[in-house]
């Protein structure tokens, strides 16, 4: 299904004096509207969005982006991933009043074009916005400040990597052309880039690296407004689910990369003793230790165990060494073997309730030991009776089966 155009009236004048090519060109892309043996309308709405889903998607998933997703703002919505709904949710609840006219952009709602071409009549160029100036500057620091923590502060590989500091500009410039591009704005982000590398040596000067990369961003987000800004005359292009999908994931693939270098080159954990430890170094050690040895062996032997025996029977054995009705445990506490009759089992328990009582036990140090060791004791004792009982119980169901069926 088609998109319909918005355009100025000034454009929709020049249009209707093009060119013969034009005219060509324009019957041929009509021609090819034509595929597949269905026609399509140029003018046609898009899909519409509801008010009630939007709202549904921004309470229960707008602190990711939800609800931006839903009405084709994919830019809006991975900022707002990025940033837990526009730092900490700040941004998700001030748009509680916004979504019916994102909707009714989403549409291409009649009032909302009627609004627009007055807006592009009133102004040649979008006019300043101080919330989506400073959603650029902060975007555009947030993205070079997790630019500058991925980078590795020791040797890799013998490689000194500071030198990645300088494509720290290149983040910058991103994070203010994202903000820039949202809704019916848009801009190129080389104008963003030169003046972000411009800014950025002012570095040296400031040595707080907070305040240069806010500069960075000020400077750049002052370049986008100043000069590259512009308004977007037709709806964003809708591109298809498999399209969004690749684009999205793309982007969070790359964004949560530079956070997994940060913390695998930057980041430190404590130890018992109070002491940092590199993340990178505590991986190595925690993949040599013996624990991780163990581990990694039974997987393996699980593995090889269940290309002979089948996974059937391997989960069997697992679940029953998972002992979930505590009957292996029982037997360990009354010290009886499995094979032990209930006569055996009784026998055991009473023996040790009066050596674990905890009235025998004059220490007041010793008693509160003594009563959990009686309480492990009552307990094994209640797990294996109520076994025994439920397998007698089915064998002589079973017994009064099968001579049923002899008779």
């Not at 630019?147 to 590989?157: D, F």
Request: charged residues 20%; aromatic residues 12%.
């Amino acid at each position: 299904m088609g998109t319909k155009q918005t355009v100025s009236p000034v454009a929709t004048k020049n249009s209707s004096h093009g060119s013969p090519s034009k005219l060509k060109a324009s019957s041929t892309s009509s021609s090819s509207a034509m595929a597949n043996g269905k026609p399509k309308e140029a003018n046609a709405l898009p899909p519409q969005k509801s008010v009630v889903v939007a709202y549904i998607c921004w309470l229960f998933g707008g602190i990711f982006g939800l609800h931006h997703l839903y009405l084709h703002r994919d830019r809006h919505a991975f900022i707002w991933w990025c940033t837990l709904g526009g730092y900490m949710g700040i941004g998700w609840m001030g748009e509680l009043f916004l979504i019916p006219e994102y909707v009714r952009d989403a549409n291409e709602d009649p009032q909302f074009v009627k609004q627009f071409v007055a807006k592009l009549q009133a102004y040649p160029k979008p006019p300043y916005s101080s919330k989506r100036f400073v959603g650029q500057v902060m975007i555009g620091h947030l993205f070079g400040q997790v630019c500058s923590m991925a980078i590795p502060e020791t040797l890799v590989g013998g490689w000194d990597l500071s030198f990645l500091h300088w494509a720290i500009p290149i983040f910058v410039s991103l994070g203010v052309w994202l903000v820039g591009n949202i809704g019916r704005e848009q801009g190129v982000w080389w104008h963003c880039l030169l003046a972000a590398c411009l800014a950025y040596p002012a570095r040296y000067l400031i040595y707080d690296e907070t305040y240069s990369l806010l500069l960075t961003g000020l400077i750049s987000a002052l370049t986008f407004d100043g000069i590259s800004k512009q308004w977007r005359r037709t709806p964003p292009r809708r591109g298809s689910p498999g399209e969004r999908t690749f684009k999205l994931t793309t982007a969070v693939i790359i964004y949560c990369a530079f956070w997994g270098s940060f913390l695998y080159f930057n980041g430190t954990i404590s130890d018992e003793d109070g002491g940092e430890v590199p993340i990178h170094e505590a991986l190595h050690n925690f993949l040599a230790s013996a624990w991780w040895t163990d581990l990694k062996q039974a997987l393996q032997d699980t593995y090889n165990y269940a290309q002979h025996h089948g996974w059937y029977e391997t989960w069997k054995e697992v679940f029953e060494s998972m002992d979930v009705d505590g009957e292996r445990n029982s037997y360990k506490v009354l010290g009886v073997s499995a094979t032990a009759s209930q006569a055996e089992i009784t026998a055991a328990y009473r023996k040790l309730s009066k050596e674990h009582h905890p009235d025998k036990v004059k220490d007041e140090a010793l008693r509160a030991q003594a009563h959990q060791r009686f309480i492990e004791i009552q307990q094994a004792y209640s797990v294996l009776s109520k076994i025994k009982s439920n397998r007698r119980r089915k064998n002589k169901q079973y017994q009064q089966e099968d001579e049923a069926i002899v008779l």
